[in-house]
Nanobody, 127 residues
């Protein structure tokens, strides 16, 4: 199993920046990829960004491309999401998740492909 703990959420004004982190523990050697999802009240959980652990390939939702940057520190088993130029519509609970084991292709955007999830961290952007 892999345990995930998010941190770094908070309240920020529109146009501001925030970085959220996701620390992984447990069977971290089995991590294939990690991703960030978010869920606003009354809405479905949506993909934000993903990263392949070994190749550092990244993928972004169109709504955040150019504003958010996903990265990882392999030595710390930690993934980050740097969020710039934040908008009120970015307000949501942000979840990190991980895919483990051998994969023949990378599907970063389907939440069903992720086996382990963190508890979420609230990001609120005021207008």
């Amino acid at each position: 199993q892999v345990q995930l703990v998010e941190s770094g959420g908070g309240l920020v004004q529109a146009g501001g920046s925030l970085r959220v982190s996701c620390a992984a523990s447990g069977r971290t050697f089995s991590i294939f990829a990690m991703g960030w999802f978010r869920q606003a009240p009354g809405q479905e959980r949506e993909f934000v960004a993903g990263i392949r652990w070994s190749t550092i390939n990244t993928d972004y939702a169109d709504s955040v491309k150019g504003r958010f940057t996903i990265s990882r520190d392999n030595a710390k088993n930690t993934m980050y999401l740097q969020m710039n130029s934040l908008k009120p519509e970015d307000t949501a609970v942000y979840y990190c998740a991980t895919q483990v084991g051998t994969r023949y292709y990378w599907d970063s955007r389907s939440s069903l492909k992720y086996e382990y999830w963190g508890q979420g961290t609230q990001v609120t952007v005021s207008s």
